[in-house]
């Protein structure tokens, strides 16, 4: 039997922001909705990349596209109440990024949920959207949340 890896902590994320839980974001036995783990997950790391670059990801002509995401939940996430969302980088190949985004409550150390991401860079200007290496720009923004 293969054990489980412990819980993250705040201490392996380098860059945050915050969000509030809504109403609508809890399903009906008051669990916030999966589907708003993986909201939160594109929100935050878009956030890092738009205060590291100093604008919009949408307008370089090499954008991020999620070839794979998952959550892994430890710990309830309450109603009205804010997350801390901590954003780190595994991994920066060629063409993709993979990314871990940490879910907080209160003055937890130890997280209620852990998202993972892979992001693959593909030419917004060809209709294919071929691969194409990072942009130097989004390159240098997450070689510094490498943890």
Same mark, same amino acid.
């Given at each position: 039997m293969s054990e489980r890896p412990p819980r993250p902590t705040r201490a392996g994320y380098g860059f945050w922001t915050t969000a509030?839980?809504?109403?609508a974001d809890m399903d009906g036995f008051g669990h916030m909705n999966n589907a708003r783990y993986f909201e939160l997950i594109d929100t935050a790391i878009d956030l890092h990349l738009q205060e590291?670059?100093?604008?919009?990801v949408d307008t370089l002509d090499q954008i991020g596209l999620f070839a794979e995401v998952a959550c892994r939940y430890f710990a309830e996430v309450g109603y009205p109440r804010p997350i801390d969302?901590?954003?780190a980088v595994d991994h920066v190949g060629r063409t993709s990024i993979s990314y871990r985004v940490g879910f907080f409550q209160g003055d937890a150390d130890a #997280? $209620?949920?852990e998202g993972r991401a892979v992001m693959v860079y593909v030419d917004n200007t060809d209709p294919a959207?071929?691969?194409?290496?990072?942009?130097?720009?989004?390159? #240098? $923004?997450?070689?510094?949340?490498?943890?």
């Open positions: 509030t839980t809504r109403w590291a670059i100093g604008g919009a969302l901590g954003v #997280a $209620a949920a959207r071929p691969p194409t290496p990072l942009p130097a720009v989004v390159r #240098a $923004a997450v070689e510094a949340l490498r943890r």
